[in-house]
């Protein structure tokens, strides 16, 4: 896999994060003079970063210097802009130089990258990682590229000159899983044409891969068009292709020409593996026809190997480090899990403490707020029981002014001369009505609500007395609609009889040929008894030019009681009794009578 891997991610996150900063000169004086001047550490941050990029290509040594510096300057100010710049610079240089050391920075990046949100800095790491990783574990280095290419789909990032596409086809080439090679190779191709765009080494690496695959004649094509495009300066690994080819169909000297000039460019550009390779494959060649040409190949190809061994020993040290490090990382991890879980058994039993101080409190402030509940039941139980004796009060008030003295010593003077004039069925007629109307009214009165009938029938004992008692001068009607259930039906007692009482009084009294009351009842609703009280006596405005005195007081009196009677019934109960008085007028302004309308909640 290439050293170009995924570099414009690269620059156009450094752009980004760079965006506050001047154009750099990017030419080492230049620079060396600007971190000179530079007067903070921020400043000096971007500039080692620049530093490294400008080295990444020229002196790999020199640009890990300049990364760790600014690495560490930045770590330390906390400038996390630049450590995750110098962090990505530097973890690419140390990928090609010492892969065990650019793990542990790439993963300390990535994790800053989250902290801050940073999506398209997280994709770099992300990348770089399955680029280090990809030099000694496949299943790590599979797991991050598709990562990278799921975080880069789901956030619609920019893609740089090598995309996910190319990577993945390198990188399983690399590791010989040829049909997942073969997959995206051919889709990174398909990409490029559409979007017109030149793939470097495009045919060298389908010349690898069919080669690979057992199929020489098509791997000769790619190899020859690698050549082609190469414009004289090919890949090594391209005529070395073609000399295997060319070995396998047993044309040695062709073999030995490509070889030849393989090994030339790669011992020009120090591909130490490539050199072995070639060595290897040149000694086979000269080791039947020339040994002395062969013994030339085959010393080469052990000083290569000698320099493989050493780099060996060298990965091997780093991997021993590097796994010390995963170690102590591990460790350091248990630890400060441990840590963690001790703070939050000390959190849990604070949020406990505190739980257990807010339910005392609550409990106080309940049982406050219960005792202040009681105390308001019992002002409210005791504001209903003076209202309720205070009802009583009027209840009591009520039957005084029904049977008020005048009535009583009315009707005892009619029993007293129905004696006197021997008419005794009559005194006994009007003692037994009289007597039962006294039952009936103290048995009524007992009770908050009685039937309509019990009503309906001390009105009409009532009514008889005092029509008895006005020699028959006073006609009465009680008409009750007939779907009306009267022994159902309730109603408050008492209420009906003062109404009747000053119709009597007021309307009939001073008439001398008499008149007539009239009671209907009917229920306009479900809910709701109707009640007119009719007489066709003088009229109110007539009875109060009269000025009857005794009538006067007694409808002041009587009347007065039973509205506020209704009213505390109202209150009471919570309901709406009505009671409305009308003037009956002929057309001619002659006064017909009153009428009294009762809408009674039942």
């Known amino acids: 896999m290439k050293n170009v891997l995924i570099c414009l991610l690269l620059f156009i996150h450094t752009h980004l994060l760079l965006a506050q900063t001047d154009d750099r000169v990017i030419k080492h004086d230049s620079l060396i003079r600007e971190l000179a001047k530079a007067k903070s550490d921020t400043d000096r941050v971007l500039i080692y970063a620049q530093l490294t990029e400008v080295y990444t290509w020229l002196h790999k040594k020199a640009a890990i210097d300049y990364g760790q510096r600014g690495f560490a300057l930045a770590k330390r100010i906390h400038f996390d802009r630049g450590t995750i710049l110098c962090g990505h610079r530097l973890g690419f240089c140390l990928v090609e130089w010492d892969y065990y050391k650019a793990i542990p920075i790439l993963m300390e990046t990535k994790q800053l990258c989250e902290k801050r949100n940073d999506h398209l800095g997280r994709l770099i790491s992300i990348s770089f990682l399955g680029y280090a990783y990809s030099k000694f574990d496949f299943k790590k280095a599979q797991y991050y590229y598709m990562l990278g290419r799921e975080l880069q789909a789901r956030e619609n990032l920019p893609k ?112 130490t ?148 004039q021997n008419k005794a069925d009559k005194a006994s007629d009007y003692l037994t009505k009289f007597a039962r109307l006294i039952r009936l009214v103290l048995e009524n009165s007992r009770s908050e609500r009685v039937t309509l009938q019990n009503e309906l029938e001390a009105l009409q004992l009532y009514i008889e007395l005092e029509a008895m008692r006005f ?37 009939l009294m001073h008439k001398p040929e008499g008149g007539s009351v009239q009671v209907d009842v009917r229920q306009s609703t479900d809910r709701l008894l109707h009640i007119e009280i009719t007489d066709d006596g003088i009229g109110r405005e007539r009875a109060r030019t009269l000025k009857s005195k005794s009538a006067g007081m007694h409808k002041s009196f009587g009347m007065q009681v039973t509205a506020d009677r209704i009213r505390m019934i109202n209150q009471l109960y919570n309901i709406q009794t009505q009671a409305q008085v009308f003037d009956l007028v002929a057309p001619d302004g002659e006064p017909l009578g009153t009428k009294v309308v009762l809408d009674i909640p039942i």
């Not at 899983?177 to 051919?186: G, R």
């Not at 057992?214 to 094509?221: E, N, S």
């Not at 009680?478 to 009306?484: D, F, L, T």
């Not at 408050?492 to 009084?505: C, G, K, R």
């Open 273 to 420: 593996i490539y050199i072995i390779k070639t060595a290897s494959l040149l000694f086979d060649l000269y080791k039947a026809s020339n040994p002395a040409e062969a013994l030339h190949y085959h010393l080469l190809l052990s000083a290569a190997k000698d320099s493989l061994n050493n780099q060996q020993r060298v990965r091997a040290v780093e991997k021993a480090a590097y796994e010390d490090r995963e170690r102590e990382a591990a460790t350091q991890r248990r630890l400060e899990a441990a840590a963690l879980a001790y703070q939050n058994q000390l959190r849990l039993y604070a949020l406990l403490g505190a739980l257990a101080v807010v339910l005392l409190v609550t409990f106080f402030l309940y049982r406050n707020n219960r005792q202040s509940r009681q105390l308001e039941a019992q002002n409210i139980r005791q504001l209903e029981s003076e209202f309720e004796q205070k009802l009583a009060d009027t209840e009591m008030t009520t039957l005084r002014a029904q049977m008020n003295p005048h009535f009583i010593f009315n009707c005892l003077n009619s029993i007293k001369l129905y004696t006197l």
């Open 160 to 271: 740089g000159p090598k995309p996910i596409e190319e990577i993945l086809g390198d990188f399983y080439l690399e590791w010989g899983v040829l049909d997942s090679a073969l997959f995206y190779m051919q889709k990174n191709e398909q990409i490029a044409l559409k979007e017109k765009r030149v793939i470097l080494n495009l045919d060298l690496r389908f010349g690898r891969l069919y080669y690979e695959k057992k199929q020489p004649d098509l791997a000769m094509r790619y190899f020859r068009r690698a050549v082609a495009v190469s414009r004289g300066k090919p890949n090594g690994q391209t005529y070395e292709g073609i000399a295997r080819i060319f070995r396998d169909r047993n044309q040695l000297d062709s073999a030995r020409f490509y070889a030849k000039k393989s090994l030339a460019i790669q011992l020009e550009r120090e591909e």
């Open 471 to 507: 020699k028959q001068k006073v006609q009465f009607d009680i008409r009750v609609s007939p779907e009306i259930d009267q022994q159902y039906v309730q109603i408050p007692p008492l209420l009906l009889q003062p109404y009747v009482e000053n119709a009597i009084w007021h309307g």
